[in-house]
């Protein structure tokens, strides 16, 4: 006797409450699976009436998980992605080890590219696929097996792995460093300051890193303001002025000269950047190779003096 016909919710909502769960919005997974918003809240709500109980807390036009919305999301997205993995599996052709990093785009380009080829040599049968984003892993729809994004972005239902440390610090041209002489914090103020403004905010900003000396930015100057972090790094590199710079992606431009730190303070964070695995993907050779060298090469900035690394896995 079949029962899973009894047991099971709706199959119909699935989808629609997987994505409105992944991505916290009704609007969201209506945009991502191409119906209305309110095709989506009456999947949703059908759920809930099916199961008898609040998966969703409906305030001021937004939603919020319940804690049995967000147990019930957990396992739904890792039913999808299982049935997916598998999907994706049959499609492709015999001992295709390919892995799917997904990561922001000033990781790549500055932290990644310079060490992905100790990848390709410790595991030469694997074949890593790097795809980026500037936005949150929630926002990214097509596939992959394991992200890297700064902690504190929306994640979802995503497994998180481990986290790791960083620190922030004022970085500059020398030019510009030539032309002015050493600086103590409170002669910051007095300079063009460059700033990066996320939406929604996720990176620490000149305000939070004066703050963290007991100074105000209140007095300062105003400066210039970009919307991408390797935009701005670029700018100092110009000699437009000052910017913060993030240590695992500014080393590489200080090691080169390109870049110098106008004074010594820096402040460390400790659980700087998330790193996440797809559900249902973790048992994957694949997937658990990258995630080691990774571990590896994220822990490995605690060489550096920097921060403390943090372990979740």
Known sequence: MNTLGKSLPPLASLLPFEAAARLESFS?????????????SRQIRGLEEDLGLKLFCRRNRAVFLTQQGRELGRVVSNA????????VSLRQSPGKNRVVLLCQLCEAFYWLMPRLSTFHQRYPEIEIQVATSTGPLTEFNEHFDVALQSTGRPSG?????????????????????????????????????????ATPPHWMQWGAWFQAF??????????????????????????????????????????????????????????AISVFSRPGGEGRV???ALLDWLEGELGSDRQAGFGQWQLNR
């Open 28 to 40: 969201k997974a209506a945009e991502e699976l191409h119906i209305t918003q309110a095709a989506i």
């Open 80 to 87: 999808l992605q299982s049935i997916s993995a598998s999907a």
């Open 157 to 197: 239902v995503h497994g998180l792995m481990f986290t790791a440390a960083d620190e922030v610090f004022p970085v500059c041209s020398p030019h510009y460093l030539r032309t002015h002489r050493a600086l103590q914090i409170r002669d910051l103020k007095s300079h063009t300051l460059l700033h990066y403004h």
């Open 214 to 271: 007991g100074q105000s930015l209140d007095d300062a100057p105003k400066g210039s303001v970009f919307d991408s972090y390797p935009l701005m790094l670029q700018a100092a590199v110009e000699g437009h002025g000052i910017a913060l710079g993030w240590r695992r992606t500014a080393q590489g431009l200080l090691e080169s000269g390109a870049l110098v730190r106008p004074c010594a303070q820096s402040v460390p964070l400790p659980d």
């Open 286 to 288: 694949e997937v658990s």
